[in-house]
């Protein structure tokens, strides 16, 4: 199959989106529908995020063929996030897609959601290929990768506890700022003063070396923590309302310090300038600044779109494409699961 027309769709937690790609560069149809219906629970309830799913999916996919001007009979191949995510949401993608592959009587295939951010920018920029180093940092996961080739990643470290992603969104919700949280913090710290309510970086310690296994994991927990300590503390004394924003910029400070240094490191350590963010929190700017800033002259940072960054199903398409090509096929009896481990992890 040279070039093949390949529908992906992605349901892997709150957004439902499909995309047409033809071969591993031209997308000729992308949709995302987004749900605004959770910012007022500061988090995404999987039961009305699967119901609405359910309610979206046909039209979304139709609206990315008419984008692409495709009948689905021209469609070579089908690709579905597979896993991780929320089963519930899983499984609209999943059903919908195996029963198209079943009806038309095409292949398709399941892709792990991780691996699908780590192809995300290769879709913008066709410089963003291996070997580099992957940051991946979603409302679900946190991945430091070194990947050597696609299919081959080497896990350098991740996060001990909450998500990066889960970070922000859960100081948010202390803060009053409603759900999704990393863009309402990452807009109030540019109004803030990081060094009012200083929180320190966690699990970045002098003397730390390579062979110690917090080298390069992450951990946010006792960070979101000192925030709600402080919040208490502010509350108590009444002066909650004007803080927001010095303890939005400290802690994102702290949690961006930490996702940098243990970045730099995996640069320091591999040789390797090239860095590719993936997930939504690769939307954070000022991220993307840090890791400019601190790079080496000759280094290299790719960073996706917020459109490519956050869930969206060009970047399944884009997986699948590779996985497709490798000969590799999922079977009608492949299962949504909530905790698939990511594939081609090398030691
Ligand atoms: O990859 P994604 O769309 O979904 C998952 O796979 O989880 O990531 C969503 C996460 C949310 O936690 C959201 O708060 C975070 O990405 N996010 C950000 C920013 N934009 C989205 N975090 C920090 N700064 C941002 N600008
Ligand atoms: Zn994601």
């Not at 290769?122 to 991945?143: I, K, M, N, W, Y």
């Amino acid at each position: 199959m040279s070039d093949p027309l390949i529908l992906a769709v992605e349901t892997s937690c709150d957004d439902t989106s499909a995309a047409l790609l033809r071969g591993d560069r031209h997308l000729l149809g992308h949709v995302i529908a987004t749900q605004d219906m959770h910012a007022g629970f500061g988090g995404v309830v999987p039961e009305v995020a699967s119901r609405a799913q359910l309610r979206v999916i046909d039209a979304v996919v139709e609206q990315a063929l008419a984008q692409a001007a495709v009948p689905i009979g021209q469609v070579d191949a089908f690709a579905v996030t597979a896993g991780p995510g929320l089963i519930g949401s899983l499984l609209v993608g999943l059903n919908w897609v195996k029963a198209a592959a079943y009806a038309l009587d095409r292949p398709f295939i399941g892709i792990h959601h991780m691996e699908a951010h780590l192809f995300g920018t290769a879709l913008e920029d066709e410089r963003a290929q291996p070997p580099f180093v992957a940051l991946l940092v979603s409302g679900g996961h946190t991945l430091l990768l070194f990947v050597d080739a696609w299919g081959r990643y080497r896990l350098l470290g991740q996060t001990r506890d909450d998500a990066a992603g889960e970070a922000f969104d859960k100081v948010a919700k202390l803060l009053g700022l409603g759900y999704p949280g990393g863009p309402a913090i990452e807009r109030l710290a540019h109004a803030g003063d990081p060094t009012r309510h200083p929180f320190s970086v966690p699990m970045v310690r002098p003397g730390q070396q390579e062979e110690h296994d917090d080298y390069y994991d992450m951990s946010f927990s006792g960070l979101k923590t000192a925030v709600l300590m402080r919040v208490r503390e502010l509350k108590a004394g009444g002066g909650l309302a004007d803080e927001v924003p010095h303890l939005s910029a400290a802690f994102q400070h702290a949690a961006l310090e930490q996702l940098s240094e243990k970045t730099l490191r995996a640069v320091r350590s591999s040789g390797c300038r090239r860095v590719v963010l993936g997930g939504g929190v690769a939307c954070n700017r000022t991220l993307a600044e840090r890791l400019r800033r601190r790079l080496p002259p000759d280094g290299e940072l790719f960073v996706p779109s917020p459109r490519l960054a956050t869930d969206n199903a060009a970047m399944v398409a884009r997986a699948a494409c590779f996985r497709l090509a490798r000969g590799e096929r999922s079977g009608l009896d492949l299962n949504a699961q909530a905790d698939l481990p990511m594939p081609g992890i090398i030691d």
